[in-house]
């Protein structure tokens, strides 16, 4: 084991797969957004040049560039920065990466991966701080993953640059700065496995990215009152490891979903609806679903703080329904 | 001559200078977080721009507003209380310092994504040409939204439909170093010379140094009054030399705050910065000519300075003590009521 920054993981499985395999190609904007801490990625620059390739701001030519070269094999990953700007490459993500496997009927298949960084990142008003996992995971045919942790982030980068679907990879900017324990040398962490992050018979709390931090937090203070909350951090949306779901919720008979994105259509009414069709008679209360608030993201930080998921909202809301 | 237009164009540009200073200032302060761009450098264009917009006219800026909304007549005190998200903003205090923008005096939306406010500035010329209103659409814009496909989309349907549209490309690249090469300029267009591509769509377009005020008020007069009158658009490519204090991710005042008795201290200049403030600075260029024509003595200069001084002053204590929004706004304004 390694401590590493969130941001140093991903750096790390990006340049075990550019030395594994020479059809992996890298466009080098901000980094994963990693920002001041470039200083990490130096070597990477230094060893690939002719693998790197510099973008100008063209969200939806790139992103179509880098499934255009997958079609003949070649593994990009594309950071696209702030989550927002993705919107701008919608059409190529959707209609062309996320499709064309299925429009040649399985001859084609686009092994690409868009990095984005979504959430409240703290003063990023309404145009920086999009969540677009639930709208993505309307669209069939892309892989969506998002880690929690350094460790996550390794094992989930190496599996999204191996695979041969287009992956989403969505990251959070309150994470990247976070240090954790990574495990030595190279190791694939495989979508559609959640990870129980922790154990507790009272409620299932299913997060995903940052809210997978709060829901931990969350679980200490509510550990001092007498409630042990369990938490499933799904890693990975697109596969979905509902069983991970299924059998917390049998255990703890409560279901609280976090999530950034807003409440309607979002990733907690899936897993919610997931639970009502699957495991209702599993459950001895409704479950409750905790999102952003249905608005946008003001720019002002105490204002984003309240419309945001936080960690007193999940204490609040895992006391109500275990009240 | 026209004396009195003059000193107004040279007093918007030095209060966007001290606003800029300010705002500087409050992010050193940490009284707002996060990214911010000023417009230090190019506030002859923003300046000489707005001196020929009527009230009819509608202005669509970027990221980098704060000129542009300074010029158009915003109040120095709502503007920066918007940057310091208080309940005083131009917005609230939901913008924030990338989307600062004032319905009243005709810039009813700020878009940051970079391109994103071209063609709605082209949707201003739409609804004036359909409510023949008499007013034009201007976009101010950066050369880095030339890497955005929408920017040419919009000046192809400009010019299909006649809209009665100015975009003002203020190409603030010349001076800085390619990213590609390591540096953190604008844009990364191979050849720096966006405006052959409105010429390729067979728009009117001039060249003119956006570091020069006097310059830009007499092609802008000219080329408004000119899409008034056609309805057809034209296109400006303001070249303007980067502020050094732009060279970086966020900026950072290496050419300290301005003093304007530089425009006419020679002996007071020296340092590292030294190209800049002879040759660049446009609050400087514009003060020696005015001082040159004699439209304005150093007394003038000096005056019209302590005045926008005192206004800034003022506007910074007006905005820290501007109260935060309550957080029962958050929920106001998703979807509009009936009219």
Known sequence: ?323 | MDKARLLDIFRHMILIRRFEEAVYDFHEQKLFGGHYHLYIGQEATGAAVMASLGAEDRIFSTHRNHGHLIARGVDPKNALAEILNRADGTNGGRGGTFHIADASVGMPHTSALVGGSVPLAAGAGFAAKLKKSGGIGVSMFGDGCFEEGVVFETLNLARMWELPVIFVCENNTPGAVLKSAGGNNTSNLPEGRVIQIPEALGMECHKVDGGDAEAVDVLFADCAARVRATGQPIFIEALTERWPGNYFSFPSMVTGVTQVSMAWDGGSISGEHQEWFLNHDPVLRFARQLLVSGVANFGDIVGIDVEVTETIKAAKEFAQSSPLPGTDSVYAHVLAGEG
Not at chain 1, 10 to 33: F, K
């Open chain 1, 1 to 323: 084991m390694t401590v590493m920054t969130h941001a140093e993981a991903l750096v790390a499985a990006i340049r075990e797969c550019m030395d594994e395999d020479e059809n992996v190609a890298l466009v080098w904007g901000s980094l994963m957004g990693v920002g001041g801490n470039n200083d990490h990625v130096e070597h990477i620059k230094a060893d690939f040049a002719d693998r790197i390739f510099h973008p100008p701001i063209s969200e939806a030519a790139i992103a179509a560039i880098a499934t255009g070269a997958a079609m003949d094999g070649v593994r990009t990953i594309f950071p696209m920065g702030t989550a927002s700007f993705m919107f701008r490459a919608w059409d190529q993500i959707i209609h062309e990466a996320g499709a064309a496997h299925y429009m040649s009927n399985g001859a084609v298949s686009i092994p690409a991966v868009f990095h984005v960084v979504h959430g409240l990142r703290g003063g990023g008003s309404v145009q920086h701080s999009q969540s677009p996992q639930s709208m993505l995971w309307n669209a069939p045919g892309i892989e969506i993953a998002m880690p929690s942790c350094p460790a996550d982030a390794k094992g989930l980068m190496r599996t999204a640059i191996k695979s041969n679907n287009p992956t989403v990879f969505i990251d959070h900017q309150k994470l990247n700065k976070r240090s954790g324990e990574v495990p030595a040398g190279a190791y694939d962490i495989p979508f559609g496995v959640a990870d129980i992050k922790r154990v507790g018979a009272d409620v299932t709390i299913v997060a995903t990215s940052l809210q997978v931090v709060h829901a931990l937090e969350a679980a200490e203070t509510l550990s001092a009152v007498g409630i042990e909350a369990e938490i499933v951090d799904l890693r990975s949306l697109v596969p979905l490891d509902e069983e991970a779901i299924l059998t917390s919720v049998g255990k703890t008979g409560r279901l609280l979903v976090v999530d950034e994105a807003p409440p309607r259509c979002s990733v907690a009414s899936e897993v919610v609806a997931t639970v009502a069709e699957k495991g209702m008679d599993l459950l001895k209360a409704p479950p409750v679903r905790l999102n952003r608030l249905p608005v946008h993201v003001p720019a002002n930080v105490a204002l984003e703080d309240f419309v945001g998921p936080n960690t007193d909202r999940i204490v609040e809301a895992a006391k109500t329904l275990c009240g």
